[in-house]
């Protein structure tokens, strides 16, 4: 009993379980530059100029391509430490231009889930990719 309340069963799958939130978050962060790319760079710049980005069009599509090629890298975890800096920090751009004025909740636009990107990119760019990874079974990362 002491061992399964204690968790020193679950060390054994830290491998695992980075793989496990390398994909989630990827698919997260991937699908959603998907969409942008499918709505077309010219949407998503307007969008941003909404938010008075300056030269919106070159953040769209900086924005898009974080979003996909990092997801993917993620997913495969590839180069993961720096994909997780690139789309951490378009979490917290998110959070802090779109998000935080609307408050906590999701359910009302607020930064809520958005949080739970940035945490778990944190964890990803200290704790790297794991060994279910193309950082460690081709770059020796």
Not at 58 to 78: K, P, Q
Not at 80 to 87: E, G, P, Q, S
Request: proline residues 1%; positive net charge.
């Amino acid at each position: 009993m002491r061992h399964i309340i204690s968790g020193t069963w679950a060390a054994k799958w830290s491998d695992e379980v980075l793989l496990f939130l390398r994909i989630a978050t990827g698919l997260v962060f991937f699908t959603h530059g998907w969409q942008k790319w499918e709505a077309g760079v010219d949407l998503t710049a307007a969008f941003l100029n909404t938010l008075q980005y300056p030269v919106p069009e070159l953040f769209a599509v900086v924005l898009i391509a974080i979003e996909t090629i990092g997801g993917l890298a993620l997913i495969l975890g590839a180069y993961t430490r720096l994909a997780a800096k690139l789309t951490g920090l378009v979490a917290i751009l998110a959070i802090l231009t779109v998000h935080l004025s609307k408050g906590y909740s999701s359910t009302a636009g607020g930064y809520e889930y958005v949080l739970l990107l940035v945490a778990a990119c944190a964890v990803l760019l200290v704790m790297g990719a794991g060994k279910w990874s193309v950082d460690k079974k081709f770059l020796r990362m």
